[in-house]
């Protein structure tokens, strides 16, 4: 299909082909046209999608309204109704994805982007999910949130998914939203990172998906007006390629270092060894992979912790 001034066509996050809104509101003719079309190619009953076009008679349904988040409300409650209202918003099966996210902008962007995902209130993706549920959270200080994205392969075929990490006071959880139930919504109960993986790998395994890589970003700065960009690849796991035993470690070295009081440095460590990642993603074997990334991120931290300290007592 031929693209127009203000669509462009690429690969979603679960693997299937989209066209991408890059005009805004309210939705062009062309981009209207055109998701109309695809929807009938699709549809196993084409006529049926027509007649719904040309009815004049619309089922009404309500508008999803933002979670009011109150101070008594614990920490699982609210991370329950974020989800709830993600949920609402429903899955986007149009085939035209609603609303342009590039990763490489900053947090600010991305947040009026989550701006207005709330006001028109589309279904969305992936994508949108974890960006919506980013804005959501920004107020949970105590809370931390990290990128985990899977790559799947189903009868030769590759797909990605993402969700939101979520870790507090000991417990591992996550935000998202997908086709599937069980690849989304993770309550905030799982005891290490590892436990919380495994989950999501058992619920692939149940769709007859394997699991060929997992990627874990780094922390997500809370400060809505943010200028930084946020790290969506720091550490990769290829739980096939290697015995449970090194994923498990590999996950609580992730997890220290999430816990820890340099957690907020890993984002400048990462980038000072930007090419020493490069070099090592060049190994063969996926374990000594990840554990050269993450080792050679600790040192990073200290160091620019040191350096910092040396800078203070300097003036």
Not at 56 to 63: A, H, I, T
Not at 150 to 155: L, M, P, Q, Y
Not at 240 to 268: M, P, V, W
Request: proline share 3%; with cysteine.
């Amino acid at each position: 299909m031929a693209k127009e001034h203000g669509e462009e066509e690429k690969e979603g996050e679960e693997g299937v082909q989209v066209v991408v809104n890059r005009e805004g509101f309210p939705l062009s003719l062309h981009l209207w046209n055109g998701m109309w079309k695809r929807a009938e190619q699709n549809h196993p009953d084409r006529k049926k999608i027509s007649n719904i076009r040309n009815s004049d008679v619309f089922e009404s349904l309500p508008m999803a309204v933002p979670p009011v988040l109150k101070a008594s409300h614990a920490v699982s409650d609210k991370l329950y109704l974020i989800q709830k209202y993600i949920s609402e918003l429903q899955y986007d099966y149009t085939g035209l994805q609603f609303f342009e996210i590039k990763k490489s902008r900053p947090l600010v962007r991305l947040m009026d982007v989550a701006k207005s995902i709330i006001r028109e209130s589309l279904p969305i993706k992936c994508l949108e999910a974890v960006i919506l549920a980013l804005y959501l959270t920004s107020d949970l200080s105590a809370i931390q949130r990290f990128p985990v994205s899977f790559k799947t392969c189903f009868e030769g075929n590759s797909y990605k998914h993402i969700v939101l990490g979520i870790y507090y006071n000991g417990k591992f959880g996550a935000l998202g939203l997908s086709r599937r139930d069980t690849l989304m919504y993770k309550e905030l109960k799982y005891e290490s990172l590892h436990s919380l993986l495994r989950e999501f790998i058992n619920c692939y395994h149940s769709c007859y998906h394997s699991v060929d890589r997992i990627k874990l970003g780094l922390p997500v700065n809370h400060d809505k007006q943010s200028m930084e960009v946020i790290m969506w690849k720091y550490m990769y796991v290829k739980p096939g390629r290697i015995s449970e035993k090194d994923f498990r470690q590999q996950c609580d070295t992730y997890s220290r270092q999430l816990r820890g009081s340099n957690a907020h440095h890993l984002k400048y460590a990462a980038l000072r060894a930007k090419e020493t990642i490069r070099d090592s993603n060049n190994t063969s074997n996926g374990a000594s992979k990840a554990v050269a990334i993450t080792d050679m991120s600790d040192s990073d931290a200290n160091s620019v912790k040191n350096q910092k300290l040396a800078k203070r007592k300097s003036r």
